[in-house]
């Protein structure tokens, strides 16, 4: 199996600030990468595929780079609404796997 | 807009089937795609458990391969999920999406708790 491993799995942050959450794969997916927004209750909304294009109505603030075994998300200038877990996933297998989340909290 | 709605006992006992639906509206599923599960225990992240194409092949996690079963039922335009022998650690919120390798769309997930 791919593992997925995120960090960090805790952020605090406050409204206005730019959060990078990373998302390392145990050997190279080329650029075959999801991001994910969960919230409680709430459908998970899809983000970012293929590492780096945003889904059609997500934020502009919100951006995905890398490739191989090293991604990241970036969210430009957190909104309140952006607080929220969030999961990358690659699927350059037939075995689809998630990191672990991270969760980005109020500061 | 595609939607997904999830359906099932959010009370299993150990040791019988876990049973979920999962009606798609916006789309029809008999049209294209893959259609999945994945699940989210407490405290801990996301699993990917299989996969069912809308002509009825699937392709399951190995580490969950014996136990479950999927489905389509496209007169319903359903899908359903059954993981058989179920233990404590099959508690988890799980959820229902339409897959393209990555996924797309997801229903808002269901709780079951096997107790």
């Known amino acids: 199996d791919i593992q997925m491993t995120q960090s960090p799995s805790t952020l605090s942050a406050s409204v206005g600030d730019r959060v990078t959450i990373t998302c390392r794969a145990s050997q190279s997916i080329g650029y075959w990468l999801a991001w994910y927004q969960v919230k409680p209750g709430i459908a998970p909304k899809l983000l970012i595929n293929k590492a780096s294009s945003l889904e059609s109505g997500v934020p502009s603030r919100f951006s995905g780079s890398g490739s191989g075994t090293e991604f990241t998300l970036t969210i430009s200038s957190l909104q309140p609404d952006d607080f929220a877990t969030y999961f990358c996933q690659q699927y350059n297998s037939n075995l689809w796997t998630f990191g672990q989340g991270t969760k980005v909290e109020i500061k | 807009q595609v939607q997904l709605q999830e359906s099932g006992p959010g009370l299993v006992k150990p040791s019988d089937t876990l049973s979920l639906n999962c009606t798609v509206s916006?789309?029809?599923?008999?049209?294209?795609?893959?259609w999945g599960w994945i699940r989210r225990p407490p405290g801990k992240g996301l699993e990917w458990i299989g996969s069912?194409?809308?002509?009825?092949?699937?392709y399951y996690n190995p580490s969950l391969e014996s136990r479950v079963s999927m489905s389509i039922d496209a007169s319903k335009n359903q899908f359903s999920l059954k993981l058989t022998s179920v233990t404590a650690a099959d508690t988890a919120l799980y959820y229902c999406?339409?897959?393209?390798?990555?996924?797309?769309?997801w229903g808002r997930g269901t709780l079951v708790t096997v107790s």
């Open positions: 069912v194409h809308h002509s009825g092949g699937t």
């Open positions: 999406a339409r897959e393209r390798r990555d996924f797309d769309y």
């Open positions: 916006g789309y029809s599923i008999s049209t294209g795609y893959y």
